[in-house]
């Protein structure tokens, strides 16, 4: 299953943003599969990142909250610094690109 920075980055922020929001809402921010939302979630659970609190939600049903451990925020720094330089890498990429695809047009104009 494919789980990368980006997803992980992805995760934190949301989590951060409210710990109590459902694994559904979750799948929906992240634009992914409810599936996928657990498994996800229960690798952050068991990699210590994250830790589930539940709480009464609506009358009989309980519900979770998932609250970010201080070893989940050094990973999510660490997955942070490293999305980051993967994204500068295809930035850098893509404007050598655009600079070929200039001199290209160039050279066909002249």
């Known amino acids: 299953m494919v789980f990368d920075d980006g997803l992980r980055r992805s995760l934190f922020r949301v989590l951060q943003t409210d710990p109590r929001m459902s694994q559904r809402a979750m799948a929906k921010a992240l634009g992914i599969s409810l599936g996928k939302a657990n498994y996800c979630l229960k690798?952050?659970?068991?990699?210590?990142?994250v830790r589930p609190r539940r709480f009464q939600h609506n009358g009989n049903k309980w519900g979770y909250s998932y609250i970010i451990t201080p070893d989940g925020l050094e990973a999510k720094e660490r997955i942070?610094?490293?999305?980051?330089?993967?994204?500068?890498?295809?930035?850098?990429?893509?404007?050598?690109?655009?600079?070929?695809?200039?001199?290209?047009?160039?050279?066909y104009l002249a």
């Open 43 to 49: 690798a952050f659970i068991n990699r210590g990142w």
């Open 80 to 107: 942070t610094v490293r999305f980051l330089q993967y994204k500068l890498t295809k930035y850098k990429a893509l404007q050598e690109e655009i600079e070929e695809l200039r001199q290209e047009i160039q050279n």
